[in-house]
């Protein structure tokens, strides 16, 4: 193995909306040392992965988007995966940063070297390692298709297919599909399957909270407002932005006004269904929020198409033609279409990263992640973490909470290059003490209120959601504190050691 | 020592069947002669609808079970009673008793309770439902699915009920527990559910259509010339309980479902004045009274692959 002499000052790991919008911003702030490595041959992270058919964001596009990067050209309220990923490539070649993308590099593991104050990172297939002074790990919680654990998976002969990696020659005209899960991705893939499979059967495990949507076609007048006017941009994102926030009061904690969220859902379940028992099979039995929301018009019309039928028994096994459920039937079909969503790091890490003496964050996390402010972690200096641990919103915008992250790490990256740090490592007292705080405030919310989902673990340690209002995380992440990092200088010559390191009141 | 529900959630998703796992073509049907045909045919299509109420029953305890391992361990005893309904479904058409594919009629005091569960067994409370169901399941399938086993010399008959039977014993062994469980609660909280239960004018179109079920059955049993005793014996089982469990005696429903079955097995007790006229009465009630059949009384197949 081999190391390149020239160390980056930065290494953003994804060309997802993190990873992107990092280097557009380390652009930005003058840092123009760095490159992003990428695993695939596009940029885009989940947004090129999900393209199922129907894929859209349950957010308004112009509140799924960042606020330095405007786009006038949004087509509808809510837009599909296609024109999100269009998105994130004019930002690329718009900023200039296509160049600095690495393509078909997968990161095989992150090691610190503490003596010079640099991250080695390996690839797959190449020799060469990267050394960079700081990383992002920009690598996203929804990269990797989850599967379900049911027995017998491997033994199915049929055609599979997951949601984040769609097969687009598939042709479903005239098949018989099943569909395994009823989350996110699922009320989006269901009403465009029933279009054309022979049938379709639904798997649902527990059903979820299911909003009505609004979704409004751009008027060509619209979007000229915007582009003339781009202040107009900003009040209508803002006018979003707090619209979301006010949701928060009854989809972040277990409170009154999550009574009022669920009535509206099950004043949309009413109005849709018809049949007591189906609208029985389709009621939750756990607070609004606890699991993601759903937001579907076509939904509950599509379950109740001849061609398409809810079944709610529990699955027993995959057999090699279908699925076996608890009542003794075997349901037969052509295609299984999994929409069970992702391997969210709640617990261990994507990639392996090994920090300060040669302690691995996999094994710190093993029973639930942490960090400090979601973004950095305790004996792993120079590493920040986009979308890090309890930095999920339930009520807003991801891009809001991205955004704030990628303010915050680049200026810390911005106090390392500087000062020319050799390393910069949140202090462990001040990251226990955030961190106890907030598992604190999570007891009261509704991710915590009893349902099991994936934002917990399996033993309930909730690594995932951030307890507050999108302004509280941007509030808290809007300055780095020094004061909370431990700063060593990089230059010996100034009579600072490796173990006799500045401490921040220095700083 | 305290029952062990995750151990029973474990082995109800180790012990699972399918109906494909039957070879419902084996050789044994022509063992069924005429006249038990004859007599089988009604007999079979009332033991596939109890199941099927029986399903709806526990569909109800998942939505009231006080832990995630109790819901889970009820979604579970949900689907298995239908799959009983299913089995004995695919039986009959086995043993040629089914009108071409058409799934028999369930009889009025059946759709007497299919009409009250849906309506009103989502609202019941746990110490309801958890003493109501097991009285059901000991006294009817208990009691029926021991005559099939005894009187039918069919092999595939016998390998689906040494099934049913096997399912049938781990829903008993929890029910039991369940008993118990609820045996624990404060005397202010039994009292209110007691209260609070019977004063559901709901409940008591409840008792009215349970009533001349069972009586119904009985009548059934002894019909197809069998010993009555047998339905009586199950029943005692469920006193059992309460013998075996001081604590269940606490549940004020268990105590008067008890008292109940000890009146239904005492063919002499005035009781059944009331309840063989409450048979009489509830087979003139017109189908226009009753609400159209749930979805989830339609769910019945005899396929086992679809």
């Known amino acids: ?507 | 020592m305290a029952f062990d529900f995750d151990g029973m959630l474990g082995k109800i998703k180790a012990r699972q069947w399918a109906l494909a796992d039957i070879d419902w073509d084996a050789p044994g049907a022509e063992l069924i002669e005429p006249e038990l045909h004859a007599k089988l045919k009604p007999f079979m299509a009332d033991l596939m609808w109890i199941e099927n109420v029986g399903a709806r029953g526990f569909a109800a305890m998942a939505k009231k079970a006080p832990t995630e391992t109790l819901r889970e361990i009820y979604r579970y005893f949900h689907a298995e009673e239908q799959r009983h309904a299913n089995a004995e479904l695919a039986l009959m058409r086995r043993w040629g008793m089914l009108d071409g594919d058409t799934i028999p009629e369930p009889n009025i005091n059946v759709k007497l309770v299919i009409d009250f569960l849906d309506k009103h067994s989502d609202e019941m409370s746990l110490s309801f439902l958890g003493t109501v169901i097991p009285m059901l399941e000991v006294a009817l399938d208990g009691a029926l699915i021991k005559f099939v086993t005894d009187e039918i010399a069919d092999p595939v008959a016998q390998e689906v009920f040494k099934k049913i039977n096997a399912d049938e014993s781990r829903h008993l062994a929890t029910d039991y527990a369940v008993m118990e469980l609820l045996g624990h609660a404060t005397t202010r909280k039994l009292f209110i559910d007691l209260v609070g239960g019977w004063a559901k004018p709901s409940f008591l179109v409840g008792v009215l259509s349970y009533v001349p079920l069972l009586n119904k059955m009985r009548d059934n049993i002894v019909e197809m010339g069998v010993d009555e005793e047998k339905l009586y014996s199950a029943m005692r089982r469920f006193k059992a309980v309460g013998e075996r469990a001081p604590i269940a005696n606490r549940v004020p429903m268990y105590r008067i479902v008890k008292m109940h079955s000890g009146w239904v097995i005492n063919r002499g007790h005035p009781y059944h004045l009331f309840a063989d006229a409450m048979v009489k009465v509830t087979a003139r009630i017109p189908d226009r009274f009753l609400g159209a059949q749930p979805t989830w009384s339609k769910e019945l197949t005899y396929e086992p692959v679809a």
């Open chain 1, 1 to 507: 193995m081999t190391t390149s002499t020239l160390p980056l000052d930065v290494a953003i790991i994804g060309a997802g909306f993190a990873g992107i919008g990092a280097a557009i911003r380390l652009r930005q702030k003058g840092i123009g040392n760095f490159a992003i490595f990428e695993r695939d041959d596009r940029v885009g992270g989940t947004w090129r992965d999900n393209t199922y058919p129907g894929a859209a964001c349950d957010i308004p596009s112009r509140l799924y988007s960042y606020s330095f990067a405007p786009n006038p050209d949004w087509s509808q309220t809510y837009s599909g995966s296609s024109e999100i990923l269009g998105y994130i490539e004019s930002m690329v070649d718009e900023s200039g940063i296509r160049p600095r993308i690495r393509f078909g590099h997968t990161v095989t593991g992150l090691v610190f070297d503490e003596e010079q104050g640099l991250w080695h990172i390996g690839f797959a297939g190449r020799r060469r390692k990267v050394k960079a002074r700081t990383v992002v790990l920009a690598s996203g919680p929804l990269a990797t298709p989850g599967m379900p654990n049911i027995p017998g998976l491997d033994t199915y002969e049929g055609h599979t297919i997951h949601s984040a990696r769609w097969d687009h020659d598939y042709d479903f005209t005239g098949k018989k599909v099943a569909v395994v899960g009823t989350g996110a991705s699922a009320v989006q893939i269901i009403p465009e399957l029933v279009r054309d499979a022979a049938s379709v059967k639904v798997f649902q495990r527990t059903p979820g909270w299911v909003l009505p949507r609004v979704n409004r076609r751009t008027s060509g007048l619209a979007k000229q407002v915007y582009r003339r006017a781009p202040v107009t941009q900003s009040l209508a994102r803002d006018a979003w932005f707090w619209g979301h926030e006010s949701v928060a009061l009854g989809v972040v904690w277990n409170s009154p006004l999550t009574r009022v969220v669920e009535s509206v859902a099950l004043l949309h379940l009413r109005s849709q269904v018809r049949d007591p028992w189906l609208r029985r099979q389709l009621t939750p039995d756990f607070r609004a929020g606890c699991k993601r929301l759903l937001i579907s018009n076509d939904y509950y019309p599509a379950l109740q198409r001849d061609n398409c039928k809810l079944i709610t028994w529990p699955i027993v096994e995959i057999a090699p033609q279908g699925i076996r459920t608890a009542e003794g039937i075997e349901h037969r079909f052509d295609c299984l279409v999994f929409a069970t969503g992702f391997e969210v790091a709640k617990q261990g890490t994507p990639i392996p990263v090994t920090g300060r003496d040669g302690r691995v964050l996999a094994d710190e996390w093993h029973r639930g992640a942490y960090a400090y402010k979601s973004i950095a972690v305790s004996g792993y200096p120079n590493l920040f973490l986009t979308f890090g641990p309890n930095s999920g919103p339930g009520h807003n915008s991801a891009l809001v909470y991205m955004e704030a992250q990628i303010e915050y790490l680049t200026d810390a990256i911005g106090l390392l290059l500087d000062r020319d740090l050799r390393m910069l490592e949140v202090r462990r007292d001040r990251q226990d003490r955030y961190n106890t705080r907030l598992q604190r405030r999570l007891t009261a919310t509704t991710w915590n209120s009893g349902c099991r989902s994936w934002y917990l673990t399996e033993d309930g340690f909730n690594a995932t959601m951030y307890p507050g209002f999108g302004t509280q995380y941007t509030r808290e992440l809007a300055r780095v504190n020094p004061a909370d990092y431990v700063l060593t200088p990089r230059d010996p010559a100034a009579g600072v050691g490796v173990d006799d390191r500045m401490t921040a009141s220095l700083g």
